[in-house]
């Protein structure tokens, strides 16, 4: 899980004013949480999860989510095969169907649908709808893999003051309007940004081991770059991790990693107490 500070960063106090309105509250922020990965296929985690949104009356939250288990899944039975660098979705153009119809469609809608079941009015959308997010190829080596890039957040000012909970599949769009697939951890980072909002990266554990397998209470880029370096922080949570400094230092403020496994922390955070592995700007 990842939050932040309630420092707000000069170069971004223009945004989320609108926002902040629904509470009358200038200094709380929208709270921007991402989810993926195993939470996904346990329906009563994500209903944990949503329960404990729907008791957060005075926060405008956003949902941001990927489901890789899912398109695992899913390109297996359409006969591909998965590749992934450095814990990334290596993408083919072939592969973007299959994949956008598993992030966008089924998972997405199933999410709106498991919270109204809660009495959440959700809203199902991807990166591209509303003018939100633009991209561009994030390398070739990756395919149709998109980099994302904050562009209107009307969209979602809306959305929130009408007191809605969107939830954003992390499916964006070039400028040609071709579709790529976008790492869920770089889209809730852009969303974030978009709106100045705090920032919560939920994932399958209690934050990030050292190389004596112990949870760090904080960890900054020189730490993560030497973890990285002995393999110590490989696989998906090198793309979390990684994911978190950008945020921190464009935010210029920490954030932590935890799990989703206990979504009652995120009341805990929002008061300000620890939990996870907090992530440091660079100074």
């Known amino acids: ?26 200094r709380k922020k929208p709270l921007v949480i991402k989810i993926g990965g195993a939470i996904l296929n346990q329906a009563s985690a994500l209903n944990a ?34 590749e992934k660098k450095n814990g990334l979705r290596v993408t083919p153009k072939a592969q973007i169907p299959v994949i956008s119809g598993a992030l966008a469609g089924n998972v997405n809608k199933s999410i709106v649908a498991q919270a109204a079941g809660l ?10 709808d509303g003018d939100m997010v633009a991209c561009r190829l994030a390398a ?87 973890l990285i370096e002995q393999g110590v922080i490989a696989g998906g949570m090198t793309a979390k991790v990684n994911a978190a400094l950008k945020a921190a230092n464009q935010l210029r403020r920490s954030i932590a990693v935890a799990s989703w496994q206990s979504p009652e922390q995120i009341i805990h955070l929002l008061n300000g107490d620890g939990a996870g592995t907090r992530i440091q700007p660079d100074s």
């Open 1 to 26: 899980m990842a939050i932040a500070s309630f420092r707000t960063p000069p170069a971004l106090t223009d945004r989320g004013e609108d926002v902040k309105k629904l509470t009358g509250n200038t």
């Open 119 to 128: 009495n959440i009015p959700a809203v199902g959308l991807s990166l591209c």
């Open 49 to 82: 999860l949503l329960a404990v949104i729907s008791r957060l009356k005075d926060q405008a939250v956003v949902l941001v989510h990927g489901g890789g288990c899912v398109v695992d899944d899913r390109l297996e039975q359409a006969g591909f095969t998965t």
């Open 140 to 226: 070739p080596e990756l395919g149709a893999v998109g980099k994302p890039l904050p562009r209107s957040s009307k969209l979602l000012d809306t959305l929130l003051l009408g007191r809605f909970l969107p939830v954003i599949a992390s499916i964006g769009a070039l400028d040609n309007g071709e579709l790529v697939n976008v790492n869920a951890d770089d889209a809730a980072v852009v969303i974030c940004q978009l709106l100045n909002a705090e920032l919560l990266l939920l994932t399958d554990v209690n934050g990030v081991k050292d190389a004596q397998n112990q949870y760090l209470k904080t960890l900054n880029s020189c730490q993560a770059g030497q």
